[in-house]
C-alpha cells in the first residue's frame, strides 16, 4: 500500500496564477484533510472531508477550494495564488474523523 | 476547535537521556488523544493513543500519560536516540487542531 500520495511534490507559482495539489489514499478511508504548515504555526486546518461526497470548512479557508472526487482523492485548489499561501501542504486521511490520521509527505509551494 | 497546547517549543537531551513532552488541554470531555512525530522534510506520524479511561499507555519506549485532574497528557521518550529528533504534536480526538508542537533534539 502506498498510503497517501500528494502531487506535486515541489511547485512555484507567480501570484495570480491557479493550482491544483492532488491527494490520493489507499486505505478506504472516510475522512480526507488538507493542512498548511507555516513556520512556527504548526498544522492548520484548510478544509476537510468526513465521507464521500461532503466537505467543510476548517481554520484557515480563504483562497481555497477542495473537491471530494470519490472516496480515495481529494483535491486542493488554489484559483488565484498569493504570496502568504507559500507554505507547505500536506493531505492526511483516517478511517473516520475520530480516529488517527495518516499523512502523505507534503507538497512544497512557492508564490512569488 | 479544541485548544490543544504544549508547554515548550524545543526540548533538548543528550543521546540515551529520557525524554518528557507535555501537552495541556481545555476540554474536560476530551476523551482521546493522539501523539503524533514529525520528522524533518517529512509528513506527522502517530505514534501512540491514550484514552480518557486510561492513566498510562506503554509502546516501544514511548509512555503516554494522562492527567484528567489537570488537563494534562505527556508523552516520555526512555533513552532517547538521534532517530528521536523530530517535532512531536498532541491531538484531540474529533479536532483536527494539532498545535505548534515541540521540537525535540537529541544531541550525541
Known amino acids: 500500500n502506498a498510503g497517501v500520495t500528494q502531487t506535486p511534490k515541489f511547485q512555484v507559482l507567480k501570484t495570480g496564477q491557479s493550482m491544483t495539489l492532488q491527494c490520493a489514499q489507499d486505505?478506504?478511508?472516510?475522512?480526507m484533510y488538507w493542512y498548511r504548515q507555516d513556520p512556527g504555526m504548526g498544522l492548520r486546518l484548510i478544509y476537510y472531508?468526513?465521507?464521500?461526497?461532503?466537505?467543510d470548512k476548517g481554520e484557515v479557508p480563504n483562497g481555497y477550494n477542495v473537491s471530494r472526487l470519490n472516496k480515495r482523492e481529494f483535491s486542493l485548489r488554489l484559483e488565484s495564488a498569493a504570496p502568504s499561501q507559500t507554505s507547505v501542504y500536506f493531505c492526511?486521511?483516517?478511517?473516520?474523523?475520530?480516529?488517527?490520521?495518516?499523512f502523505g509527505p507534503g507538497t512544497r509551494l512557492t508564490v512569488l | 476547535g479544541e485548544n490543544v497546547g504544549l508547554h515548550l517549543p524545543t526540548l533538548s537531551v543528550q543521546e540515551g537521556d529520557n525524554s518528557i513532552i507535555n501537552c495541556a488541554y481545555s476540554?474536560?470531555?476530551?476523551?482521546?488523544f493522539i501523539w503524533y512525530k514529525q520528522e524533518s522534510g517529512k509528513g506527522p506520524q502517530f505514534i501512540i493513543d491514550?484514552?480518557?479511561?486510561?492513566d498510562k499507555r506503554q509502546g516501544q519506549r514511548v509512555t503516554v500519560l494522562l492527567n484528567k485532574t489537570v488537563k494534562h497528557l505527556s508523552l516520555q521518550i526512555a533513552a532517547t536516540q538521534p532517530g528521536d529528533s523530530a517535532v512531536y504534536f498532541c491531538?484531540?480526538?474529533?479536532?483536527?487542531?494539532f498545535g505548534k508542537g515541540t521540537m525535540l533534539l537529541v544531541s550525541p
Open positions: 492526511a486521511s483516517s478511517h473516520g474523523l475520530h480516529n488517527e490520521q495518516f
Open positions: 486505505m478506504n478511508h472516510n475522512s
Open positions: 472531508s468526513a465521507s464521500e461526497g461532503t466537505t
Open positions: 476540554n474536560s470531555a476530551s476523551d482521546y
Open positions: 491514550i484514552r480518557s479511561n486510561m
Open positions: 491531538a484531540e480526538r474529533g479536532s483536527q487542531t
